[in-house]
């Protein structure tokens, strides 16, 4: 599927999600970036559930605003 813009992308994404989880394990400060490995879950209206092993990244500028927003992530099977 693509997307036209990123907010179409949230737009859609975002439709059928009744919550969203993120399990931090660590932050890991690195100048002005932030690593957080993580486990993230979305429950979606319908019931089922998703389960990821993730990365995000977060670089800040020197007004501390993020200007990078990275994010990797590896459906597992939560059971």
Not at 12 to 17: G, M, S, T, V
Not at 30 to 48: C, L, Q
Request: glycine share 2%; charged share 25%.
């Amino acid at each position: 599927m693509v997307h036209n813009n990123y907010l179409d992308f949230l737009n859609q994404f975002r439709a059928n999600i009744e919550r969203l989880r993120h399990e931090v394990y660590q932050y890991l400060v690195a100048d002005n970036t932030v690593v957080m490995p993580m486990r993230a879950s979305i429950e979606y209206d319908t019931g089922s559930i998703s389960t990821y092993e993730a990365i995000m990244m977060l670089t800040f500028n020197s007004d501390h605003k993020i200007i990078e927003w990275r994010e990797v992530c590896v459906e597992i099977d939560a059971a």
